[in-house]
Structures are given as structure tokens and as C-alpha cells.
């Protein structure tokens, strides 16, 4: 129905909105697709395996040609800074090897990293949805988050240069300077960055009897598991009373873990001829440290897995899935996940009302938290597992569980178990890989946003334990 439309300073007009007007015929415009940032964080890492793909795909990347699926396999393990492979690394041509070491880089960084560089270059400042995306793919919460991500990147140049300099000094007497060179350039993108890749298939074992390589590598391995925003935090601080909770729990876990695992891989061990029983006594030792800190997250291999004791793959288990830091390059539930299991835990059978950790109370959503990603990297291991056990009929279970254990975990340990997967196994532990770089809790908020509801119920009780 005709009604009347009066503007300031014109004259009134009668509108008839019964009939289209030229503005109501132009075609409606595009509404911007909205990705949460579990989504973006998803697919950029897919878009990167896709990458890796095609380019070691190609002819020049190979000696031996190599099919796609083996192809999206390495590219996955890189990205994912995982280090399991079905082919060896050196069947990769010098191109191969660098595309391999461009993609652990990126992968172990974080593309989000790199990302964020560019847009605070070219935008000056980020919007609402791109900050959200950035402080989660950074662990932080901080609004400083271009200076964050300089920092990171200047930690991960500055400590790969230093590693590469020691690993150069140690390799040139055994390779020449030429081949020395490339190898510290390659090894110390792969130990920062706990991807586990060396350039040929007998990875660390060459390297046993030269304790300070292994130690050199050890220490580049913890640099990048220990987390960004501890080594931001010591810098800026430098003493403990200023360090914050996740710092404090981030050090003393990852002292613990390593010395611990030490001590018992060399009790375990050392009368092993297979492993380290052939050693010095001080072999032993730095061949039990180097066991200690690659289990966790980096999956590097100084001896044969296949060959240690039931006790010491147990322990190799329990390393593998607790991990490293959270924002660091490692895997793995994290430290600081499996600490507040272990304080909830304690609170609860002490009867505490609050969950603490170095006097101060953890908060009921970040112990929730803590739980369903432990539960849930449980459940993924046992679905992967079990669908292995199908298609890998002649796998031992212990060796199908480590592999997968090591998958989920971006470790990339395996005791001799990779190179003789199905397809469809291939595919089981890709998707394993990548659900553990990026978390299974990510994956889950990918897969099925949580929805916050008001509506509250009675409380009841069940009988539990």
C-alpha cells in the first residue's frame, strides 16, 4: 500500500514499495564466509601438506620415484614436525631435502607465525577475528601480538644459528666443511623444531659415539619443546620469583621428565648389548639423555627402538604422550596438561577445595580443559589403534601402539614399524600426525563447535571408581 516518504528539504513524494525498485533488482551481495579459528588454523596446516605434496612429487625431488601417497606422507610428518617416513630421506635429491626442511620450518613454527608477520606489515593492525586466530596459534593472550611473533621468529633464527655452528664445527672433521655444513643446516631445522628428520635412515645411531653432537642436538631439541613464552618469560624476568606459573611449571616438568627418564633408561639399559650396553660408562650416560629428551616430543633415534627392553618402551609410552610445552614446536598433551591432572588428582584425594599449583588455584574450566584433551588423545589412540590392528594384521600390537602413540604425538619414534604400512595404514597414521599438531581439542572444535547453553540441570549422583 502507497504511504508517504518526507525527506528534510524536499518535497513530499508519494513511495510505492508495492513495486521493485532498481536497488531491490540488483543481485544480493556475497556474505563473507566466517571461519572460527580452530577452522583456520586446520586448513592452513592442510594447505601446507597439500604443498609439500606436489612439490615432492615432482621428478626433481627424488633419486627413486616415489608415489603421491608416499609423497603426502612425508609432506604430512614435516609439516606436523612429526618425522615418520616410508621413504628414506635420502632418496630425496638436494631439492627434496630443502622443500622437506622449508615445510618442517614452517610446520614447526607455526604458519600462523608467519601469517601474522605479514598481515601486521601490510595492515598495520589486526582485526578482531584475526586476533582471536593469531592468539591461538601463538598459546597467548597477549594484545602485543606482532611483537610476540617477532620474538619467536628471532628465538628460532638465533638459536638455529648457534646450533648450526657447534653442529658444523663437530661434523667437519668427520664430513668435510661442504657436507658438514648442509647437514648442521638440516639437522638444526629438525631439532628446533622436534621434527625428527635427519638425512638418512639410520638418523642419530651414527652419532653415538660423538656425545657432543647428541648433546648439541639435545639442547635445540629442548629450546623448541620447552615453549616460546617461557624463553620470552626468562628473558624478560631472570628471576624465578618474577617467572610466571606456566614458566615455573614448564622448567621444573621438563627438568624432571628428562632427568628422570635418564636415570631410568640407563638402569634399564645399560646391560643391553642391543642398545647402549656396548658404551662407556659416560656413553651411557649421554646415550640415556639423548633417549631421555627425544622420547618426549622429538623423535629423533640414537639406538634401535625395536631392540630396547618391554620396560624401557613402557617408558618410552608415557614420555611420548605426556610431550613438551604448550606454544613450543613439540607434541604431545603437554606438560602443563598432564601437571594439573597430576595437582587435581592430588586435591582430590586430599580432599582440597581447590585444585593449586605453587600457591595459586587453578581455575575448574582450565582442569576440564586438562581432562578432555587427555581423555580424548586416549580415545584417538585406541580408535587408531584399533583400526590398525584390522589392517596391519601381521603388526605386533606393541609395535602398532608405539607408532601410533608416536604419530598422535608429532614424536616420530618408530621400531621399524613405518616402512612396511598398508595404504590404509599410511592413512590412519597421517591422520593421526595431523590431529596431533593441532590438537585434539582443536580438532574436536573443527569438527563440532561447542554451543554455550544457559539451560542448567538438577544435580544428581552415579556411582564412579
Same mark, same amino acid.
Given at each position: 500500500?502507497?504511504?508517504?516518504?518526507?525527506?528534510?528539504?524536499?518535497?513530499?513524494?508519494?513511495?510505492?514499495?508495492?513495486? +521493485?525498485?532498481?536497488?531491490?533488482? &540488483?543481485?544480493?551481495?556475497?556474505?563473507?564466509?566466517?571461519?572460527?579459528?580452530?577452522?583456520?588454523?586446520?586448513?592452513?596446516?592442510?594447505?601446507?601438506?597439500?604443498?609439500?605434496?606436489?612439490?615432492?612429487?615432482?621428478?626433481?625431488?627424488?633419486?627413486?620415484?616415489?608415489?603421491?601417497?608416499?609423497? !603426502?606422507?612425508?609432506?604430512?610428518?614435516?609439516?606436523?614436525?612429526?618425522?615418520?617416513?616410508?621413504?628414506?630421506?635420502?632418496?630425496?635429491?638436494?631439492?627434496?631435502?630443502?622443500?622437506?626442511?622449508?615445510?618442517?620450518?614452517?610446520?614447526?613454527?607455526?604458519?600462523?607465525?608467519? !601469517?601474522?608477520?605479514?598481515?601486521?606489515?601490510?595492515?598495520?593492525?589486526?582485526?578482531?577475528?584475526?586476533?582471536? =586466530?593469531?592468539?591461538?596459534?601463538?598459546?597467548?593472550?597477549?594484545?602485543?601480538?606482532?611483537?610476540?611473533?617477532?620474538?619467536?621468529?628471532?628465538?628460532?633464527?638465533?638459536?638455529?644459528?648457534?646450533?648450526?655452528?657447534?653442529?658444523?664445527?663437530?661434523?667437519?672433521?668427520?664430513?668435510?666443511?661442504?657436507?658438514?655444513?648442509?647437514?648442521?643446516?638440516?639437522?638444526?631445522?629438525?631439532?628446533?623444531?622436534?621434527?625428527?628428520?635427519?638425512?638418512?635412515?639410520?638418523?642419530?645411531?651414527?652419532?653415538?659415539?660423538? +656425545?657432543?653432537?647428541?648433546?648439541?642436538?639435545?639442547?635445540?631439541?629442548?629450546?623448541?619443546?620447552?615453549?616460546?613464552?617461557?624463553?620470552?618469560?626468562?628473558?624478560?624476568?631472570?628471576?624465578?620469583?618474577?617467572?610466571?606459573?606456566?614458566?615455573?611449571?614448564?622448567?621444573?616438568?621438563?627438568?624432571?621428565?628428562?632427568?628422570?627418564?635418564?636415570?631410568?633408561?640407563?638402569?634399564? &639399559?645399560?646391560?643391553?648389548?642391543?642398545?647402549?650396553?656396548?658404551?662407556?660408562?659416560?656413553?651411557?650416560?649421554?646415550?640415556?639423555?639423548?633417549?631421555?629428551?627425544?622420547?618426549?616430543?622429538?623423535?629423533?633415534?640414537?639406538?634401535?627402538?625395536?631392540?630396547?627392553?618391554?620396560?624401557?618402551?613402557?617408558?618410552?609410552?608415557?614420555?611420548?604422550?605426556?610431550?613438551?610445552?604448550?606454544?613450543?614446536?613439540?607434541?604431545?598433551?603437554?606438560?602443563?596438561?598432564?601437571?594439573?591432572?597430576?595437582?587435581?588428582?592430588?586435591?582430590?584425594?586430599?580432599?582440597? *577445595?581447590?585444585?593449586?599449583?605453587?600457591?595459586?588455584?587453578?581455575?575448574?574450566?582450565?582442569?576440564?580443559?586438562?581432562?578432555?584433551?587427555?581423555?580424548?588423545?586416549?580415545?584417538?589412540?585406541?580408535?587408531?589403534?584399533?583400526?590398525?590392528?584390522?589392517?596391519?594384521? &601381521?603388526?605386533?600390537?606393541?609395535?602398532?601402539?608405539?607408532?601410533?602413540?608416536?604419530?598422535?604425538? =608429532?614424536?616420530?619414534?618408530?621400531?621399524?614399524?613405518? +616402512?612396511?604400512?598398508?595404504?590404509?595404514?599410511?592413512?590412519?597414521?597421517?591422520?593421526?600426525?595431523?590431529?596431533?599438531?593441532?590438537?585434539?581439542?582443536?580438532?574436536?572444535?573443527?569438527?563440532?563447535? *561447542?554451543?554455550?547453553?544457559?539451560?542448567?540441570? *538438577?544435580?544428581?549422583?552415579?556411582?564412579?571408581?
Amino acid at each position: 500500500m502507497p504511504f508517504r516518504e518526507v525527506k528534510k528539504g524536499d518535497k513530499p513524494k508519494i513511495v510505492d514499495k508495492s513495486k +521493485p525498485s532498481a536497488h531491490d533488482l &540488483e543481485p544480493p551481495t556475497k556474505q563473507r564466509l566466517h571461519l572460527s579459528s580452530p577452522a583456520i588454523l586446520s586448513l592452513g596446516f592442510l594447505a601446507l601438506i597439500v604443498m609439500g605434496t606436489v612439490l615432492l612429487s615432482l621428478p626433481i625431488a627424488t633419486i627413486q620415484p616415489i608415489s603421491i601417497l608416499a609423497a !603426502a606422507f612425508t609432506a604430512t610428518s614435516a609439516v606436523t614436525v612429526t618425522g615418520l617416513n616410508v621413504v628414506d630421506t635420502a632418496n630425496y635429491t638436494t631439492f627434496g631435502q630443502l622443500v622437506i626442511a622449508a615445510l618442517i620450518q614452517f610446520g614447526g613454527l607455526g604458519f600462523m607465525t608467519f !601469517a601474522i608477520l605479514v598481515l601486521t606489515s601490510l595492515q598495520g593492525k589486526m582485526g578482531l577475528s584475526g586476533s582471536i =586466530t593469531a592468539q591461538e596459534a601463538l598459546g597467548t593472550h597477549s594484545n602485543q601480538i606482532g611483537s610476540t611473533a617477532k620474538a619467536v621468529i628471532k628465538i628460532a633464527f638465533i638459536t638455529e644459528g648457534l646450533g648450526f655452528l657447534g653442529l658444523t664445527l663437530l661434523l667437519a672433521p668427520l664430513k668435510g666443511l661442504k657436507d658438514a655444513m648442509y647437514e648442521a643446516f638440516f639437522l638444526c631445522i629438525s631439532a628446533f623444531n622436534n621434527a625428527g628428520f635427519a638425512l638418512n635412515g639410520n638418523n642419530m645411531t651414527a652419532y653415538v659415539h660423538q +656425545p657432543m653432537i647428541s648433546f648439541i642436538i639435545s639442547l635445540l631439541i629442548i629450546t623448541g619443546g620447552i615453549g616460546f613464552l617461557v624463553i620470552l618469560d626468562i628473558i624478560k624476568h631472570k628471576r624465578w620469583q618474577k617467572f610466571t606459573l606456566h614458566t615455573k611449571v614448564m622448567v621444573l616438568g621438563t627438568l624432571a621428565l628428562n632427568i628422570i627418564g635418564c636415570i631410568l633408561y640407563w638402569l634399564l &639399559e645399560r646391560h643391553n648389548a642391543k642398545t647402549i650396553g656396548g658404551l662407556s660408562e659416560a656413553g651411557q650416560w649421554f646415550a640415556s639423555w639423548f633417549m631421555a629428551v627425544t622420547s618426549r616430543t622429538a623423535g629423533f633415534n640414537n639406538i634401535d627402538y625395536s631392540q630396547v627392553t618391554d620396560a624401557s618402551t613402557l617408558l618410552t609410552f608415557i614420555l611420548m604422550f605426556i610431550g613438551a610445552g604448550s606454544m613450543s614446536t613439540g607434541g604431545g598433551i603437554k606438560i602443563g596438561t598432564f601437571v594439573v591432572i597430576l595437582a587435581s588428582t592430588r586435591a582430590y584425594l586430599r580432599q582440597h *577445595p581447590q585444585v593449586t599449583i605453587f600457591h595459586r588455584a587453578i581455575s575448574d574450566h582450565l582442569v576440564k580443559k586438562s581432562f578432555a584433551v587427555m581423555s580424548t588423545s586416549i580415545l584417538m589412540i585406541a580408535l587408531a589403534a584399533f583400526i590398525l590392528t584390522i589392517f596391519e594384521p &601381521e603388526g605386533h600390537l606393541t609395535d602398532i601402539l608405539f607408532e601410533v602413540i608416536s604419530a598422535s604425538a =608429532t614424536v616420530g619414534l618408530s621400531r621399524n614399524f613405518t +616402512p612396511t604400512l598398508s595404504e590404509p595404514g599410511q592413512w590412519v597414521i597421517m591422520f593421526m600426525m595431523y590431529m596431533g599438531r593441532l590438537g585434539p581439542l582443536t580438532l574436536a572444535y573443527f569438527i563440532a563447535t *561447542p554451543k554455550p547453553t544457559r539451560i542448567r540441570y *538438577p544435580e544428581t549422583h552415579t556411582l564412579i571408581g
